[in-house]
């Protein structure tokens, strides 16, 4: 069984109104609305699989070009402790 992503943390907006994401730790992240969008989507019923799918079809991108987003995206979400 393949597992599925859970987000942590929160979206937040920073003094200035920019979109920021928040760990549990209370460190912020700037980031842009595609990592927004992939974080939000990891909501303890997507896998990856389904996250890369979601991505391919909303733009249009290759499979191959979507697994890579999404893998890198979710890497560097885990990174920061915003994904589990």
Same mark, same amino acid.
């Given at each position: 069984?393949?597992?599925?992503?859970?987000?942590?943390?929160?979206?937040?907006?920073? +003094?200035?109104?920019?979109?920021?994401?928040?760990?549990?730790? +209370?460190?912020?992240?700037?980031?842009?609305?595609?990592?927004?969008?992939?974080?939000?989507?990891?909501?303890?019923?997507?896998?990856?699989?389904?996250?890369?799918?979601?991505?391919?079809?909303?733009?249009?991108?290759?499979?191959?070009?979507?697994?890579?987003?999404?893998?890198?995206?979710?890497?560097?979400?885990?990174?920061?402790?915003?994904?589990?």
């Amino acid at each position: 069984m393949t597992e599925v992503i859970n987000k942590k943390g929160e979206l937040a907006k920073d +003094e200035n109104g920019t979109m920021v994401l928040v760990n549990e730790k +209370e460190q912020t992240f700037r980031t842009d609305e595609p990592v927004i969008a992939i974080w939000q989507m990891c909501d303890g019923t997507r896998t990856k699989e389904d996250i890369c799918t979601v991505v391919k079809e909303q733009t249009g991108v290759t499979a191959e070009d979507a697994e890579k987003i999404v893998s890198d995206v979710i890497g560097k979400l885990r990174e920061v402790e915003l994904v589990t």
